[in-house]
């Protein structure tokens, strides 16, 4: 399985363990001894769960205001959906539609869980490998989920003058407002269809940022 890949690449002393997990290899743990706690991130839809899944309410992590809930709060709504902070874990949603997976891998890291991927590909590339979706949830029974927040995901003031700002947002969200000093990198533009774009795109899409500054995203 990934996670096991990941174990031995660490063992190795290497710094580069993947932050993904191919359908394939998510099919071959499903059917093997090791199963990963699949995990959907989406608006559902028509057959939207790949089968096993639990679904995380990530619409629930904000507050009325539209900001971030705390961690216990957050912990909360994930050990109701039936995780604990130690399940490795697969994150998934409807690719290249909304941008929940990768905000729900953010949000992961934020409470300080550490054996979480991202899956790769379309829903017809992960059908293709032989994942079957079906129209509900596998709901878990609830569990007690102890966060251990990371707080180093989020900027501080004093960091800004030292760091390359990004926004990522579209360039008519850019265009009307954004921080003093912003570079516009729309995320659109480091997707590909099956996951992230080529790396000569992705060259070029950075190709204004310095290499030896920090980065902090808007």
């Given at each position: 399985s990934s996670m096991a890949k990941t174990s031995e690449t660490e063992a190795a002393g290497s710094n580069t363990a993947s932050s993904a997990i191919t359908a394939r290899e998510l099919f071959e743990d499903q059917t093997g001894d090791q199963r990963l706690v699949m995990a959907y991130v989406g608006v559902p839809g028509d057959a939207s769960y790949i089968e096993g899944s639990i679904h995380l309410p990530l619409d629930k992590v904000f507050r009325e205001d539209n900001s971030l809930k705390s961690p216990a709060e957050i912990a909360a709504l994930f050990g109701a959906a039936g995780i604990t902070e130690s399940d490795p874990l697969v994150i998934y949603g409807d690719f290249f539609v909304n941008g929940y997976d990768t905000f729900a891998f953010w949000v992961?890291?934020?409470l300080g869980h550490e054996d979480v991927v991202l899956l790769e590909g379309t829903k017809g590339s992960r059908e293709?490998?032989?994942?079957?979706?079906?129209a509900n949830p596998s709901p878990k029974?609830?569990?007690?989920?102890?966060?251990s927040p990371n707080l180093d995901v989020f900027a501080t003031a004093d960091q800004l003058a030292s760091s390359q700002v990004v926004d990522a947002r579209g360039s008519d969200?850019?265009?009307?407002?954004?921080?003093?000093?912003?570079?516009?990198?729309?995320?659109?533009n480091v997707m590909g269809t099956n996951g992230l774009a080529s790396a000569q795109a992705l060259d070029l899409?950075?190709?204004?940022?310095?290499?030896?500054?920090?980065?902090?995203?808007?």
């Open positions: 992961m890291k934020y293709a490998a032989g994942l079957k979706f079906v029974a609830a569990e007690t989920y102890t966060p969200d850019y265009d009307v407002w954004h921080p003093d000093g912003a570079v516009n990198i729309d995320c659109l899409a950075f190709r204004d940022l310095d290499l030896d500054l920090p980065v902090v995203v808007y």
